[in-house]
Every structure is written in C-alpha cells, then in structure tokens.
C-alpha cells in the first residue's frame, strides 16, 4: 500500500497531475476539492444557508456522498445522483470557501477521507496497492503519514492563465480578470484554514510554472521512484 499526498493552490495542477499520476501507478484518486464542492452544492440544494455555520456543519454530516476513485473516470454522487458537472459552477466555485472555512465541516470531511485512504490499504478500488489523495490539507493533516508528500506550485500568472484557458477557453487581460476571484480570493481565503502555500517538514516542493503537463506528471513521479522506491512502477 502506497499512500500519495498532493497539496497546491488553485490551478497549480492537482487534480490533473495526480490523476495521471494515480492512472500510471495503478492507485486510487481522491480528489477531496470535489468532497468540499459536493458539500457546497449539497447546502444549496437542501436550502441551507451558507452563512448559518451549525446549519451548514449538521448538513454536512447528514450528506449522502460517494466519491468514485477510479482516476479514469472519477466519480462524484450525492443521494446517488451525478453532481460531477454542477460542483464546477461558478456558483459553486465562487462560494465554496464558505463551506471549506467552516472548522466542523473540515472535520467531518477529514474524517470521511481518512476512512477512504484507510480503506484503500486493504481493499477498495486500488485492490490494497494504494491512492494518490490531492487537495488543502492532505499534506499536512488527512495525511501526514503519506509515503510521499508533494506541494505542487506554480506562479500566479501560470495559474490565472491556465484556470482562464479553461474555464474561458482565452488567457487574453479580460478573461484572466475575469478568473481572478476563483483563483486568488479563494486561495486567500481557504488558506486561512490550510497551509498549502509554504511546504511543511519532509513535504518537496514541485513548481510547475515553466512545465507542461507531462513533465509535471513525470517531476512527481522521479520523487515518489525516490522517496517510495517499493512503490508500483509507473506504466507508459
Ligand atoms: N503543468 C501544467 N502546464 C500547463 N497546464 C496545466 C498544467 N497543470 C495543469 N494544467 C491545466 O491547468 C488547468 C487547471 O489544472 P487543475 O484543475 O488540475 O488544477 P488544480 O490545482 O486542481 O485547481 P483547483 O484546485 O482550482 O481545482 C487545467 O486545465 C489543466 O489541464
Ligand atoms: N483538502 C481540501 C480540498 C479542498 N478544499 C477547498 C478549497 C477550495 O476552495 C475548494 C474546492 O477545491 P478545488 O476543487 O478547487 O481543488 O475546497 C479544502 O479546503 N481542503
């Protein structure tokens, strides 16, 4: 069993990185940024309001949620319904923090991602081998025990552009502007909650910003073949 842990601020390449990453090492992908949006959408849909903080924390705990760990084709449900889509809207991204920030829902979501790694060290969808788990505080605190902890970081131009070219499909002044409160307002405000701007002790740092894709994936995997030489070797 092999435990991954990947931290980063928003549009630094979490989800995409450690998907490949999982993909090529045959583990299991836990993407815990879709637990705090499903938590989000899940508020909104049962009509609680995102300001009523014990409201929000007992909704949270009552949320019937699954997440799909397939790094393939991850999967995000609630009350067995797909939500994939409706936790990446705006509306969603641009209020998330409110739910993140909240100390009782941090909990209860740290308490559901650590049953889940645990789970993928005898069994799950990993058959034993192990996940890669990326988000805030995976580092730090759901899994500071992790075989290899990365903080995956890029600069705050690459990151508005890539979030920009993504939601907006241009990186022209406009559209980066336009992308400015998704990424560095919510950076500003989920970091008063996690430390995902500065490593910790023992966590390496992988600055993405002069790297594409395919050389970010390949950065992570050079640290966990040293790091955790036992682990799976990585597929073409
Ligand atoms: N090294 C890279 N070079 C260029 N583009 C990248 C790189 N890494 C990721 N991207 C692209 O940047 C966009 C954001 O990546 P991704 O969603 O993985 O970031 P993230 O850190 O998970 O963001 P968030 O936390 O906001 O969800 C995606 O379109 C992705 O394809
Ligand atoms: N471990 C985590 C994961 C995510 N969050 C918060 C911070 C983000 O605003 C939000 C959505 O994450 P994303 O899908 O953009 O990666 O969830 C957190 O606080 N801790």
Redesign the pocket.
């Known amino acids: 069993m092999v435990t991954i842990a990947v931290d980063g601020p928003?549009g630094s390449g979490?989800?995409s990185v450690s998907r490949a990453v999982a993909a090529r090492l045959g583990l299991a992908y836990l993407?815990?940024?879709?637990m705090?949006?499903a938590a989000t959408l899940w508020c909104v849909r049962t009509d609680v309001a995102l300001d009523d903080a014990d409201a929000v924390a007992d909704a949270v705990r009552a949320m019937p949620l699954t997440s799909g760990l397939d790094p393939a084709a991850p999967t995000v449900s609630l009350d067995g319904t797909d939500v994939a889509a409706a936790i990446r809207t705006t509306e969603v991204?641009s209020t998330?923090?409110k739910v993140?920030t909240n100390l009782e829902v941090?909990a209860e979501l740290k308490r559901r991602q650590r049953a889940i790694i645990d789970d993928e060290a005898t069994g799950g969808f990993s058959g034993g081998r192990g996940i890669v788990a990326e988000?805030?505080?995976?580092t730090t605190v759901?899994a500071p025990d992790a075989d290899a902890r990365v903080l995956l970081t890029a600069s705050e131009e690459a990151r508005l552009r890539r979030r920009s070219l993504e939601v907006h499909g241009a990186a022209d002044a406009a559209a980066v502007a336009a992308t400015r409160d998704q990424v560095l307002r919510?950076d500003r405000d989920?970091s008063t909650?996690?430390q995902f701007l500065q490593a910790s002790d023992g966590v390496v740092t992988i600055d993405s910003s002069e790297l594409d894709l395919d050389q970010t994936v390949a950065a992570v995997l050079a640290v966990v073949e040293q790091v955790v030489p036992e682990a799976p070797s990585a597929r073409a």
Do not use: C, L, P
Request: aromatic share 4%; no cysteine; glycine share 8%.
């Open positions: 928003s979490k989800s993407d815990t940024g879709a705090y949006r991204s998330v923090s993140a941090r988000g805030r505080d995976i759901v919510r989920d909650v996690s």
